[in-house]
Every structure is written in C-alpha cells, then in structure tokens.
Nanobody
Framework: QVQLVESGGGLVQAGGSLRLSCAAS????????MGWYRQAPGKQRELVAV???????NYVDSVKGRFTIFRDNAKNTVYLQMNSLKPEDTGVYYC?????????WGQGTQVTVSS
C-alpha cells in the first residue's frame, strides 16, 4: 500500500503560479510512474501530466508550455509547477502512482484560479 499526500493547492489569480507536491510513503518510489490528474466541477477526471520512472514526461495539450512535472526520488516526491494559470485550470488535483500492479491515489488538493 502506498499513501500519497498532496499539498500546495490554493486560490490564485489568473496568470499566477502554484507548485503542487505529492509525497509518497514507499521505499520504492523510483519504480513508480507518477501522474497528476484534475477534476473540475461536473467534469470527469482528466490526466494533466505524467512522469515515468525513467524521467520521461508528457502533458495534456491544454497545459503544455505552462506546467512542468518533475520528481525528486531522494525525497519520494513528485511536483507539478503550474505557471500562467487560467480559470479553466480550476479543479481538484490528484496525485497517482502506478507500476503495473495496483494504482494509488491521493486525497486531492483544490486549485482555484480567479479571473
């Protein structure tokens, strides 16, 4: 069982920045592919960014050039740096860990971008 704890959400004006963190309770963090998902009110949860165990990252088109996912294996933590935030980035952001077996989710952190 892997516990994921997100932090860093909050209220920010459009154009601002936030950095989300997700700390994992596992000694094997480096083998997990880590992802950030978000769910806006009334919408399905969507993948925002993912970083593989090897360090390769991918993003949904709507955040490319604005968001950066990166990981620190020494700290068992994955981050999502969000710049140039837009109101449509508002939602609950969830951290996800998977490695071919069961996947794990954090409890989510709210991000609200005001116009």
């Amino acid at each position: 069982q892997v516990q994921l704890v997100e932090s860093g959400g909050g209220l920010v004006q459009a154009g601002g920045s936030l950095r989300l963190s997700c700390a994992a309770s596992t000694l094997f963090f480096r083998i997990y592919n880590m992802g950030w998902y978000r769910q806006a009110p009334g919408k399905q949860r969507e993948l925002v960014a993912v970083i593989t165990s090897g360090g390769t990252s991918n993003y949904v088109d709507s955040v490319k050039g604005r968001f950066t996912i990166f990981r620190d294996n020494a700290k068992n933590t994955v981050y999502l740096q969000m710049n140039s935030l837009k109101p449509e980035d508002t939602g609950v952001y969830y951290c996800n860990a998977r490695s071919g077996g069961p996947e794990f989710w954090g409890q989510g952190t709210q991000v609200t971008v005001s116009s």
